[in-house]
């Protein structure tokens, strides 16, 4: 892998700090959406450092999707995000569509894997990783490795050089700033809090952050019922509701196999949901989607319940819903307004997560860098002019299947344009 590493020292600012190295545009975070970011803006002609203090470029994107990364969905609209303005993500999605996203990993030749549900995955996340790389330095750009962040603040009024940024190995000045530092989730893999640092350091605010895409922690009542059948799983769909159990409404309906764990539920559908969940929501879960259970009631009148269930679920979830819900006798035996009430459960069976688990579980960060003084069309920042901000360090999330690396594609290629 080509890399530079900065000088030992070199010249001295006019406020008498020694810069290291200076460059047009300073990328922070040589990860999915600074490598896009740093290509496009060398492409421009603009010069370009990006400064990372992992030995090597997109830890993340070498991670993800189980190491075959999910690099975009084809559907992917504004609706697929979280962000505190629904809009926000609609112009750079706009500019570097999943079109776009195909036809860079097609045009490094690499696997290209449809896994259904409109998601692209690509053989080796690997090969994605160093695809960006390559695509920066093919371009011009320069990428300095090792070298930790500490801060950044404003240098001068000279448009030349407006931003200092701080590391471990000295100071670095540039005309531009992006900050591509990413967000929480996985700090095993290089994750810090710097760009939220940073964005507050010039005034901007941070919205709260909480892990996203991570599995739910069960509450107490319903901790040894989950425990008892971790690595049980089934095909689920689950309704976000409010304290009350009423549906909260405009948002999606999650559909994908969920996973018991000795801590709660997990797998697709729980880190999809986890997403639009918010501390207090209930989630109705539909253990049996698209299932005719009063049908199967029908079918089988003489037979016990919880046989009869274990004809629909995994055995261990039929018994352990039985003895959780005082479930028995046949379905000859029970008043009709008690099977409604069985099968409304096993279609709406309402779990009020205690939580979920912590960042070094989840995929992605909810909240970050407030939108609302970003300018969605160009991602500088409303008040400080030559300040950028992309991908997961932004207040924006999207749900599993890709929606994040589009995001970070888009957003890094949008700053492209401008930084
Ligand atoms: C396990 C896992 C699997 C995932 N799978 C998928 C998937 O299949 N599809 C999908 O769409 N999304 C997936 N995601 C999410 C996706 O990887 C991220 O949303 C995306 O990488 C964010 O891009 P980014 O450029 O904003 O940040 P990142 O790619 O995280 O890049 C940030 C960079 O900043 C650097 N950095 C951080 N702090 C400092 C500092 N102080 N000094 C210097 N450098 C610093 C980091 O080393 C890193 O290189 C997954 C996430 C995880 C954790």
């Known amino acids: 892998m080509t890399r530079t590493t900065p000088p030992a020292s ?43 203090h992992a030995d090597r470029c997109g830890r993340k994107v070498r991670v993800s999707g189980g190491g075959k990364c999910n690099f975009t969905n084809l559907g992917a609209t504004a609706a697929d995000y979280a962000c505190a303005n629904p809009h926000f993500v609609k112009s750079a999605l706009a500019r570097f569509t999943p079109q776009d996203a195909l036809a860079f ?119 040894a019922f989950c425990a008892d059948l971790a690595g049980v799983s089934l095909p689920a769909r689950i309704v976000i509701a409010d304290r009350d159990a009423r549906p909260r409404k405009k948002l999606p309906i999650f559909a994908a196999d969920l996973l018991f764990t000795h801590r709660g539920i997990s797998g697709p559908v729980c880190l999809d949901a986890s997403v639009f969940w918010t501390p207090g929501d209930v989630l109705l879960i539909d253990l049996l989607p698209g299932a005719d259970v009063a049908a199967a009631f029908a079918a089988h009148r003489k037979m016990a319940l919880e046989n009869l269930l274990a004809r629909l679920l995994p055995r261990r979830l039929a018994q352990a819903l039985c003895a959780l819900r005082g479930w028995s006798g046949t379905p000859a035996a029970l008043a009709p307004k008690k099977l409604a009430e069985i099968e409304a459960a096993l279609h709406g069976l309402p779990l009020r997560p205690s939580g979920t688990e912590g960042h070094e579980r989840s995929e992605a960060t909810l909240g970050g860098v407030d939108v609302a003084r970003i300018s969605s069309k160009t991602l500088e920042a409303r008040d400080v002019p030559g300040l950028y901000f992309t991908g997961e360090v932004l207040d924006v999330t999207g749900r599993l299947g890709g929606y994040n690396l589009q995001w970070a594609w888009a957003s890094g290629f949008t700053a492209g344009q401008f930084a």
């Open 105 to 223: 990993v097609r045009r490094h030749r690499l696997p290209v894997v449809d896994m259904g549900r409109n998601m692209l995955f690509s053989e080796d996340a690997n090969q994605v990783a160093e695809a960006l790389l390559a695509d920066a330095l093919a371009a011009g750009a320069r990428c300095a490795f090792g070298v930790r962040v500490l801060g950044a603040e404003p240098l001068s009024e000279n448009p030349n050089a407006r931003f200092l940024v701080r590391t471990e190995r000295g100071a670095f000045s540039g005309q531009s700033l992006v900050v591509a530092t990413g967000g929480l989730a996985w700090p095993q893999v290089g994750a810090t809090a710097i760009g939220y640092e940073i964005a507050r350091a010039f005034g901007l605010g941070v919205t709260p952050l909480r892990p996203g895409l991570a599995p739910f922690t069960a509450p107490p009542e319903l901790a």
């Open 10 to 52: 070199s010249a001295t600012s006019n406020n008498s700090i020694a810069i290291l190295d200076s460059a047009d545009v300073l990328v922070l975070g040589a990860g999915a959406s600074g490598l896009v970011c740093a290509a496009q803006c060398a492409a421009r002609g603009r010069s370009v450092l990006v400064l990372d």
